[in-house]
């Protein structure tokens, strides 16, 4: 092969060469694969560290998609190429097992998600949430709740509460809840429902304030992974879907404030 033996070269160097070659070439396993994965946007940052862990372990590579999980269910019914979905919620997955686009059994909870109401200015969010009820603001965000689970389970909160009817002219609806998230971020909203897992890292907020919803007020967010059928020949799917029960995967899922 003329392409190696120029790389290569000759005399000692071309020793040298071609045992680093060799070990490279050793060192990567024989099969390597890709797989495609939508993720939950919620779960982005996580998600992020997970599949670098997960190449660097096992060699696989990882293609990533962030969005809203009712958005990732009509992409899959018309023919999207996702070979796995890390959703939300619980309900799309196990549709997307009835109507055949998923793998029976092959379902699982990943993480269950919390919900915080949140700003990044330090002093306007109270701990108890007191701040919804007072109304003293402009603009709320929150993540569209018809294809969002985290802006259904934000109108639940405010149902709850007695503010919902209240607060009405002041939402904002993002696409999903990075949209709320970054609303709040760039003063568009002066305050946003967003997942913990956005402002929460390795036990503490970031910066500005926040108020994280009891879990009381809201059904449980059960995020459930599910192993589509164009992924079911893929090994990296199926290394992947087990890497997420990994204790590394866990422990990066529990830090950014998930229950699991």
Same mark, same amino acid.
Do not use: C
């Given at each position: 092969m003329a392409w190696m033996r120029s790389l290569l070269?000759?005399? &000692?160097?071309?020793t040298r060469r071609l045992a680093a070659l060799s070990a490279l070439l050793m060192a990567l396993p024989a099969n390597a694969a890709e797989v495609t994965v939508a993720v939950a946007a919620n779960f982005?940052?996580?998600?992020?560290?997970?599949?670098?862990? /997960? #190449?660097?372990? &096992?060699?696989?590579?990882?293609?990533?998609? /962030?969005?809203?999980?009712?958005?990732?269910?009509? +992409?899959?019914v018309n023919g999207a190429p996702f070979e796995i979905l890390?959703?939300?919620? #619980? =309900?799309?997955?196990?549709?997307? #097992?009835?109507?055949g686009h998923a793998l029976d059994g092959? =379902? /699982?909870? @990943?993480?269950?998600?919390?919900?915080?109401?949140? &700003?990044?200015q330090p002093r306007e969010v109270d701990d108890r949430g007191e701040v919804l009820r007072k109304g003293a603001f402009a603009h709320l965000a929150l993540a569209n709740p018809k294809t969002a689970p985290y802006g259904a389970a934000a109108i639940e909160v405010m149902t709850r509460l007695g503010v919902l009817a209240k607060l009405q002219e002041k939402?904002? +609806?993002? #696409?999903?809840?990075? +949209?709320?998230? +970054?609303?709040a971020a760039s003063g568009n909203a002066d305050l946003a429902f967003v997942a913990l897992s956005q402002v929460w890292?390795?036990?503490?907020?970031?910066e500005g304030s926040?108020?994280?919803?009891?879990?009381?007020?809201?059904?449980p967010v059960r995020q459930?992974?599910?192993?589509?059928?164009?992924?079911?020949?893929?090994?990296?799917?199926?290394?992947?879907?087990?890497?997420?029960? &990994?204790?590394?995967?866990?422990?990066?899922? =529990?830090? @950014?404030?998930y229950a699991l």
């Open positions: 070269g000759t005399g &000692s160097g071309r982005t940052a996580p998600m992020k560290e997970i599949a670098a862990g /997960f #190449e660097r372990a &096992s060699g696989h590579k990882t293609v990533l998609a /962030f969005g809203a999980t009712g958005k990732f269910l009509a +992409q899959i890390l959703a939300a919620d #619980e =309900r799309i997955p196990a549709q997307l #097992e009835k109507d092959s =379902r /699982f909870t @990943y993480a269950t998600g919390r919900l915080a109401l949140w &700003s990044v939402l904002v +609806q993002g #696409e999903n809840v990075t +949209q709320s998230y +970054q609303f890292k390795d036990g503490k907020l970031g926040a108020w994280i919803v009891p879990g009381e007020l809201y059904l459930d992974a599910v192993l589509l059928k164009r992924g079911r020949d893929n090994a990296a799917a199926g290394a992947l879907l087990a890497y997420l029960k &990994s204790d590394a995967a866990r422990a990066i899922i =529990r830090s @950014y404030g």
